[in-house]
């Protein structure tokens, strides 16, 4: 089993930045590639970067390319998502996901095994 707890969410004016973190636990977290999605009120769950469990690859969904960085310390179990110039349209909730079934990542949500509880951010505009 693997425990995901995110963090880092919260309101902030458009144009702003937020780095999300998303916290691992469990003995079997060693080999997960990792992504991060995201929900509006109203919208289905969408992916919104990727990592694999070395790091050397990322990806992201075409609406946040560079805008938004995905990047991991594996020595602290701990997968970031630094995202800048936050629009109002970012708003959603946050859910960082771990999976074994793709090491080299996803952007489908039904490939991730283990998801946190999700964190809020709000985009003021």
């Known amino acids: 089993q693997v425990q995901l707890v995110e963090s880092g969410g919260g309101l902030v004016q458009a144009g702003g930045s937020l780095r999300l973190s998303c916290a691992a636990s469990?003995?079997?977290?060693?080999?997960?590639?990792m992504g991060w999605f995201r929900q509006a009120p109203g919208k289905e769950r969408e992916f919104v970067a990727g990592?694999?469990?070395?790091?050397?690859?990322?990806f992201y969904t075409d609406s946040v390319k560079g805008r938004v960085t995905i990047s991991r310390d594996n020595a602290k179990n701990t997968v970031y998502l630094q995202m800048i110039s936050l629009q109002s349209n970012d708003t959603a909730v946050y859910y960082c996901a771990a999976t074994t079934r793709s090491p080299g990542g996803s952007t489908k949500s039904y490939q991730y095994d283990y998801w946190g509880q999700g964190t809020q951010v709000t985009v003021s505009s």
């Open positions: 469990g003995r079997t977290y060693s080999g997960y590639a």
């Open positions: 990592i694999t469990w070395s790091g050397g690859r990322t």
